[in-house]
């Protein structure tokens, strides 16, 4: 029971997700360009070759007409990618109003924005009515694709309802359901008003999976108090005796391709290009996506104190922070970007001279060599997420480090706190003074225990692979579905 067999065939897996791994741009009236974006999830599965994966998601646009949807269903299906049609009004209520201004900051722990908060409360049912709506869509599309023997892998906050709408068209369907962000504490979840709904509709999965391990035993926490069913070691049990796994999957990366990366001659020429520039100078970096949970005000507050207590280091160092910016229809969005250009004009202002400033800030997105040069030629990587499900971030950092052995300062509230925190240097970025005298060690540390840090985190890293990650939930998902639930029946 439950063996994992060494040799599988080529296992179908349908990942839905709620948004596809594609970017597609309208050309004409049935014509479409497409591009594949290569995030975290993508090259994992690329790497696993004993599942043939197809994507199901919402390709970001709005296609009103037949003729436009039914050209894009085509682009898209060479690329193994099926679309879920969501009209505005859906995206509206569903996307950008349920999940991403009430379950994201809660999740988060960050609360709703303080201005909205009760018009927030007014439009509750309606937005989470639209969020059954639009699962129920993706459960639809599912259901038009699906083989037997498939695995259905559902994605993130998005799609907690997914796997429910799922298991009640068809109870055999193996249905895993993974969550990208932390699941906060049961007494945060608890203020939810459709709490308890979310909760039955996830366990409806036969395998639940988060980061780590505080987030499931906050999920198992969650579903015996609000729900007063039983928490077991390997999961929570219905009133019925029927068993949903519930474990940690610490994502990875896929670490190969980071590494391969340094050796491309346009990459080697970048890093010698950037190595130059910031000669005589050592070089902080910091790269998020520009969203409240990443913590960058915090971030350059604490490098003003750093600046503000050693005068030594006013010239010798600087602050490279690369932020992407996101969701920038959302006004609580545009506030921070405009509080951290900001204080980084005060900073620049107050410390900077004519010919250097310590912050070079940029508003966007770096392609993946010019990334992989900015990783391996600073000295120091600055991670400071109130809260954050893992950061990917700090894994890249580590795998393109192996020349430098740079010190990665990381946020003891990201879920990569747990797997890197041996190597990195932890701190409270809500403590700025703390997260100042890291600063502080992290530049005048030896190399030796440079080089001792980096190594365990390096091998962590390149052992624990996005696509091992995939594999251990997929074959989990595939093994022991319906042996968990015939063990407890007996
Ligand atoms: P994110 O919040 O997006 O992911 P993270 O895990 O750090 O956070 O991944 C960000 C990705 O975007 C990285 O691959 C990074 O290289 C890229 N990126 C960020 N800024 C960039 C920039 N300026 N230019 C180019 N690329 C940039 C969510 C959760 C995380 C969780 C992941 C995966 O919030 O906690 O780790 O999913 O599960």
Not at 130 to 157: L, P, R
Not at 226 to 251: S, Y
Not at 414 to 431: D, E, H, K, M, Y
């Amino acid at each position: 029971e439950g063996a994992v067999p060494e040799e599988l065939p080529t296992q179908r897996l349908l990942v839905v997700a709620n948004r596809l791994p594609v970017s597609a741009v309208r050309r004409g009236e049935d014509s479409w360009s497409l591009e594949i974006s290569a995030g975290g999830l993508v090259s994992a599965l690329l790497g696993v070759k004993e599942f043939e994966a197809r994507w199901i998601g919402w390709a970001g646009v709005n296609v009103p007409d037949e003729v436009g949807q039914k050209a894009l269903t085509k682009a898209l299906a060479e690329k193994r990618c099926i679309p879920v049609f969501l009209d505005e009004e859906i995206v509206h209520q569903y996307y950008n109003g349920y999940c991403n201004n009430i379950l994201w900051p809660l999740f988060h722990y960050l609360g709703l924005p303080q201005e909205d908060r009760l018009a927030t409360t007014r439009s509750f049912q309606s937005q989470f009515a639209a969020y059954k709506k639009a699962n129920q869509m993706f459960a639809d599309v599912v259901n038009q694709h699906y083989e037997e023997g498939d695995v259905v892998w559902c994605h993130d906050y998005h799609l907690m309802f997914l796997p429910e709408c799922l298991k009640r068209h068809n109870s055999n369907m193996k249905v895993g359901w993974f969550l990208h962000t932390p699941f906060p504490s049961s007494e945060i979840h608890r203020t939810l008003p459709s709490r308890s709904e979310l909760l039955r509709a996830v366990l409806a999965a036969d395998l639940v999976g988060f980061h780590t391990y505080d987030y499931a035993r906050h999920f198992v926490s969650a579903c015996t108090r609000i729900l007063g069913l039983e928490g077991t070691p390997e999961g929570v049990e219905d009133d019925q005796g029927r068993l949903t796994r519930v474990a940690a999957f610490p994502i990875g990366i896929d670490s190969e391709r980071f590494i391969r990366a340094l050796e491309v001659p346009q990459v080697e020429e970048h890093i010698k290009e950037l190595t130059d520039r910031f000669a005589g100078r050592k070089v902080m970096l910091g790269v998020d996506r520009l969203d409240m949970i990443k913590g960058i005000p915090q971030k350059i507050l604490a490098f003003e104190k750093f600046l503000e207590e050693n005068p030594y280091w006013r010239d010798r160092v600087v602050l490279l922070q690369i932020a992407v910016p996101t969701r920038t229809d959302v006004p609580e969005y545009q506030k921070l970007t405009s509080q951290v250009h900001e204080i980084v004009g005060r900073i620049n202002g107050r410390f900077g001279t004519l010919t250097r400033v310590p912050i070079h800030h940029l508003d966007r997105s770096l392609d993946f060599h010019a990334l992989c040069a900015l990783y391996a030629v600073t000295d120091v990587a600055l991670v400071t997420s109130l809260r954050d499900g893992m950061n990917l971030v700090s894994y890249e950092y580590v795998a393109c480090q192996d020349t430098k052995k740079g010190v990665l300062i990381l946020s003891e509230f990201a879920g990569a706190a747990q797997s890197l925190g041996a190597g990195a240097l932890l701190v409270n970025p809500w403590n700025i003074t703390e997260v100042a005298s890291a600063i502080g060690k992290a530049l005048n540390m030896s190399d030796e225990e440079r080089e001792m840090r980096h190594q365990l985190n390096f091998l962590h890293v390149t052992e624990h692979t996005a696509q091992q990650w995939a594999e251990t939930f997929v074959r989990l998902v595939m093994t022991n579905a319906s042996g968990a639930v015939a063990a407890i029946q007996v």
